[in-house]
């Protein structure tokens, strides 16, 4: 698969090849679900806490005898069944977490590449590089370019003058090749590329 390779000014910087393997697949929905999944299931913190009946704060005294009231046997007023008492069987802090093998997460991001490409979603551009570090002015750029929720992928790094460029432009992400993950490129609306990190994305999944 060839593309056309851009400037951030919008200039031509000629073409590269993208290799079929990772850029050209069919992409499978199946296959970014469960990806996805694992990505926010280990994102979740899981630190929701209730308390039980030997934490909360009321009186351990038994409310009354036990026989001859009529009613239902009681100990004290934490019971689950009483108004403030403690909560049965509620949420105690755990990993949401769950496995899934590094085959299957290559081929997740594989497919995620492969579906901004089949809807022409996928931007390759020569260099992110911004030589006086303004918001300004690489604000004009990304809107004579047309990106609103872009996802920009470096090389191994990010040029520390654009980074702090997009920092403050809402709805521009920058991301270094091995952070670049599932979630992230589906939810931007145009993923964008440099050269070198098309290059670390194929070294990174060949």
């Known amino acids: 698969m060839k593309l056309d390779v851009i400037k951030l000014d919008g200039g031509k910087a000629g073409s590269v090849d993208l290799g079929d393997e990772i850029f050209g697949l069919e992409p499978r929905a199946d296959i970014l679900h469960r990806v996805v999944r694992w990505q926010r299931n280990n994102a979740q913190q ?6 039980t009946r030997s934490e909360t704060s009321y009186s351990t005294k038994k409310i009354y005898r036990q026989k001859g009231t009529g009613g239902a046997r009681h100990g004290d007023r934490n019971a689950p069944i009483f108004r403030k008492g403690g909560i049965y069987k509620g949420p105690t802090p755990r990993s949401h977490g769950h496995e899934l ?3 299957f997460r290559k081929l997740g991001l594989k497919h995620a590449l492969s579906s901004k490409a089949a809807t022409g979603s996928l931007v390759i551009i020569d ?3 911004a030589k006086d570090a303004k918001t300004s002015a690489l604000a004009k750029q990304v809107k004579d370019l047309g990106w609103k929720r872009a996802l920009v992928i470096d090389g191994a790094q990010v040029d520390e003058g654009f980074a702090r460029a997009a920092r403050n432009l809402d709805g521009i992400d ?4 091995m952070g670049a993950n599932v979630y992230d490129i589906l939810k931007s609306d145009t993923l964008v ?4 990190g098309v290059e670390a994305l194929e070294a990174r999944l060949k």
């Open 193 to 196: 590329i440099t050269k070198a």
């Open 127 to 129: 260099e992110a590089v």
């Open 46 to 51: 899981g630190t929701h806490k209730v308390k």
């Open 101 to 103: 093998t590094k085959k």
């Open 174 to 177: 920058v991301l270094p090749s």
